[in-house]
């Protein structure tokens, strides 16, 4: 994980050796990058990180991904080094190609299953965009994260995965970090309880205190605030991590 600061329209395309090391076009709070991010750290792959300023994009990032966003890879180690994009169609790239800790269920039907969740899961995370009205938002999104509650309460595991973190807990983890900074999200008295969510809370913090990708990646929840409260005061500061 790289604090380094985020390009900007004019700056020059950062330049690595020719060490066959995998670029990442990341944004360090972008949640749909931190799922790559999760799954390089927890398969200990070494890549490169390119921080791009999402609000005045170098043109250089459409050569990485023509839709203009993050996350890309750039596969250096193939013949003419493609880039690709999605983060979930990267994630299962991955796995497949980095077979060390598996993510996903080797079983197809198992697989299946899990990409479903993760697909159920895209409605909350848009919600997490759309705030019209904070703290009905905040409503809207428990009453959906109540079957995922359900569903870790029916595994009766510590993680989704298993006794490790496997795919679904790294897809959904960068929207749960957001429940460290709901107050500036959605307003005051927002809350990430315990008693509706005794589960997916243990889950949470488990996952933060033991995984060492997610202990890799995460940040300091004043960092969080701060990079929210400039969004909501629209100068979004991305670079508030670096030093
Ligand atoms: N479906 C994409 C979504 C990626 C995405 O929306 N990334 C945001 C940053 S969090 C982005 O690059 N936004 C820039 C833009 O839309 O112009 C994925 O899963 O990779």
Redesign the pocket.
């Known amino acids: 994980m790289s604090n380094t600061k985020h390009y900007r329209k004019g700056d020059e395309k950062p330049v690595f050796p020719n060490d066959g090391i995998y670029q990442l076009y990341s ?1 360090r ?5 931190a ?1 790559i991010h999760l799954v390089l750290d927890s398969k200990n792959i070494p890549y490169h990180t390119v921080n ?1 300023h ?1 609000n005045d ?1 170098p043109d250089w990032l459409f050569e990485a ?1 023509p ?5 890309a890879l750039q596969l250096v180690d193939k013949p003419n080094a493609p880039f690709v ?6 994630a299962e790239y991955l796995d497949e190609v980095h077979p060390q800790n598996k993510l996903y269920p080797s079983d197809p039907l198992a697989k299946l299953q899990e990409k479903i969740w993760i697909e159920r899961f895209s409605s909350i995370a848009s919600k997490f965009y759309n705030i019209v009205d904070g703290v009905a938002q905040w409503n809207a999104i428990q009453n959906d994260l109540d079957e995922f509650e359900r569903e870790l309460q029916r595994r009766g595991t510590t993680y989704f995965g298993g006794a490790k973190a496997g795919i679904l807990d790294y897809a959904i983890w960068p929207w749960f970090q957001r429940t460290e900074v709901l107050d500036v999200i959605f307003g005051k008295g927002c809350t990430f309880s315990e008693e509706r969510f005794p589960k997916l809370t243990k889950w949470y913090k488990t996952l933060v205190e033991n995984d060492d990708a997610v202990k890799k990646y995460n940040f300091p929840k004043e960092a969080y605030v701060k990079y929210y409260q400039s969004r909501c005061a629209g100068a979004v500061d991305y670079d508030v991590l670096v030093q």
């Open positions: 944004m709070f972008c949640p749909y990058v799922r791009i999402l994009k991904n839709l203009g966003k993050v996350p994009y999605e983060s979930l169609l990267i």
